[in-house]
């Protein structure tokens, strides 16, 4: 047996988690059936006091997140909506203002106010926006100029840059076409050769990296992936090494690491995660026409859905229900005005009777990790075990627990059946859109209102 | 030009060569959201920093506050931006740049290796053999650095050097045959050559 000093610093590391990892499981599993029951419990009151407070005040060590600051509302709005909790009245108004005051006069938003525009923080404002949702929210957000400001960002090689004089990387590239397709406003001069650009950070591991060369990880590979959806080019990556790679991501604890021979990180949850949750959408709709977005809602078409007790069944539910905008050529057809017209004729029944999937990756096991490992029993998640919450934690993992709710199901709207809900099924968190993540409902009215307007 | 001395964090407001500068308020709003209890240190020099940036003024005195303005948050992007700006306005050694930038090699930002490599892309091929050997450094630090590595990377790119590379990629994985980083070097050697 190899002394603990002859291995290597990625077998120590690994087997310290580890260690910490298991003990937690082992006082689990030796615990009375009550006491499981109440650690299985996501810790809702706490979690919402958390983040309550940190959207009316932060301590001084936050200054290193000056420039970051509609991430923190990010962070904490998506998980208060996913919570299926509201902010106070007041409070909207007071995030819409201070949004708006860090919108630039000519388009974007910065990390502050008086800051300069930047793609990620655009993003993390206008999906804070959209979080909130209604008229005032929506509605403060300069179109227009946003679009100059993604055309400005835009770089010959197809990418996209950070903000002005910036770096060029593939979550750059996310960040502006997740912006551009939410709001509406994605058009070919914003997408061509964006495709190239994140082909070619594709590594020879299968997961996407963040610059060409470097090493395929999993917040790149989800921006990457979710990037290629929505300017519908998804075709031309090698999904099948994508799908070999991460899968090999979730470990023995339950969760994901971010790369290979890494260590497991709560974030990845929804990184990793959630690429799950888009590979599904591809896998589900590949057999069907795509239909705008706007006619699968209230079309009237609906079936009852009913919920067996044998799990071969699963649900009856609407099948073809793609408004979730799942299918990889609908992103750019619903946008375009001239085909909203065009309904189109959809199967059904494609799926065979059954709105069921099994997921690729161990979804119970990540679920049990976040709940065990990364809450904290006094509000927020985190990391791992021995590292602090935080707010960006508390999002992703939080984000990854609503993935792997619904992640047996095809239709991401319809309620999960309990088994699929580890603890109590008050569990249950809102579902996502995968490609935004935002709260599914908040991103329909969204759609709705930038559709119209 | 950029004083190499840390001005040690005195008060702006008391320094004489600040006295025509009126400091600008952040535009918080009277109810912000996500409001941060900065220190006096950190309010006051955001504000003459807010100040400086809005006159557009790219002096010595600018450069020293961003300097400072860094120490306090190397995520500021519109610093970094900013320090740009001036650096080449004033015609700024960048050798001395890179010294400066070396000295605070401890922060990971991607700020900071954007500026970084910013500085050795004029610098040139000169700047090559201490960049990959301050890379190195950090490296054996944190193996895995994901920043360090795409730096690395881009240098080689930039300025050469791929042939030596196997070299140290195999000494890495001989100190630690899970690096996953290395055997991704290894793989990027052959698509960049």
């Not at chain 1, 000093?5 to 910490?20: A, G, K, N, Y």
């Not at chain 1, 994901?256 to 959408?281: E, H, M, P």
């Not at chain 1, 309620?415 to 993540?437: D, F, K, M, Q, T």
């Amino acid at each position: 047996m190899e002394s603990f000093r002859s291995l290597t610093v990625t077998q120590r590391d690994q087997i310290l988690v580890e260690q910490q990892v298991f003990d937690i499981f082992k006082t689990f599993y030796n615990l009375p059936p009550s006491s499981q029951s109440f650690m299985l419990e996501l810790q809702r009151e706490n979690h919402v006091e958390y983040l309550t407070k940190g959207l009316t005040g932060l301590g001084p060590s936050f200054c290193v997140l000056d420039a970051n600051r509609p991430w923190i509302c990010y962070w904490i709005l998506h998980s208060i909506a996913l919570l299926d909790e509201f902010v106070d009245p007041e409070l909207e108004d007071n995030t819409i203002d201070f949004l708006s005051r860090c919108q630039g006069p000519n388009g974007g938003y910065a990390g502050g106010p008086g800051q300069m525009p930047h793609l990620a923080t655009t993003y993390a404002a206008v999906n804070s926006l959209v979080t909130l949702g209604g008229e005032k929210a929506l509605s403060s957000i300069n179109r227009e100029k946003l679009y100059m400001f993604l055309r400005q960002m835009k770089d010959a090689s197809g990418g996209f840059r950070m903000h002005d004089g910036g770096e060029i990387d593939v979550r750059a590239c996310y960040t502006a076409i997740s912006v551009a397709s939410l709001l509406n406003i994605l058009d070919d001069e914003l997408v061509q050769n964006v495709g190239n650009y994140i082909l070619s950070c594709q590594t020879y591991e299968g997961g996407i990296s963040g610059e060409p060369g470097s090493e395929a990880h999993g917040g790149y590979t989800f921006c990457g992936l979710a990037t290629m959806i929505l300017i519908n080019e998804v075709d031309s990556l090698d999904l099948s090494g994508l799908t070999d790679w991460v899968v090999f991501r979730q470990g023995v604890e339950g969760g994901f690491q971010g790369r290979t021979n890494k260590l497991v990180d709560g974030c990845y949850s929804f990184w990793q995660g959630g690429i799950f949750a888009l590979l599904k959408r591809l896998n589900s709709t590949k057999e069907v026409k795509p239909i705008p977005l706007g006619d699968g809602e209230g079309s009237g078409e609906e079936s009852p859905q009913t919920t067996t007790s044998s799990d071969a069944a699963g649900e009856e539910g609407l099948n073809g229900d793609l408004s979730l905008g799942g299918s990889h050529s609908e992103i750019g057809d619903q946008h375009n005005t001239s085909s909203q017209d065009n309904v189109i004729d959809i199967d059904h029944n494609h799926s065979k009777g059954h709105a069921n999937v099994e997921p690729l990756f161990n979804s119970l096991a990540l679920q049990q990790y976040i709940l065990l490992c990364s809450q904290e029993l006094n509000g927020g998640l985190r990391d791992k075990p021995g590292k602090s919450r935080d707010h960006y934690h508390t999002c992703y993992c939080l984000s990854g627990l609503s993935v792997c709710q619904r992640s047996w199901l095809e239709d991401e709207d319809s309620p999960p059946l309990p088994r699929a809900v580890l603890g109590p099924y008050s569990n249950l968190l809102e579902p996502i859109h995968p490609l935004y993540n935002v709260v599914l409902d908040r991103y329909r009215e969204a759609y709705e209102f930038f559709t119209k307007s | 030009m950029d004083s190499r001395e840390d001005d040690g964090g005195e008060p702006l407001s008391r320094m004489a060569e600040w006295r025509d500068v009126t400091p600008l308020p952040q535009d918080d709003g009277p109810n912000p959201v996500v409001p941060i209890a900065y220190k006096e240190e950190f309010r006051e020099t955001m504000d003459y920093f807010r100040a400086i940036y809005k006159a557009d003024e790219r002096s010595p005195r600018a450069l020293r506050l961003t300097r400072r303005a860094i120490h306090l948050n190397p995520g500021n992007y519109t610093v970094w931006h900013f320090r740009r700006l001036v650096l080449e306005a004033l015609n700024a050694d960048l050798d001395e740049e890179l010294d400066f930038l070396q000295r605070i090699a401890n922060s990971n930002s991607k700020n900071y290796q954007h500026h970084r490599r910013w500085v050795v892309e004029r610098l040139g091929a000169n700047a090559r053999a201490k960049e990959l050997n301050l890379i190195k450094k950090i490296l054996s630090i944190d193996a895995k650095n994901y920043h360090a590595w795409s730096h690395r990377q881009w240098v080689l790119q930039a300025l050469g050097g791929w042939e030596d590379e196997l070299d140290y990629c195999q000494q890495l994985l001989e100190e630690d045959i899970f690096n996953n980083s290395a055997w991704n070097q290894f793989s990027a050697r052959h698509d960049f050559t």
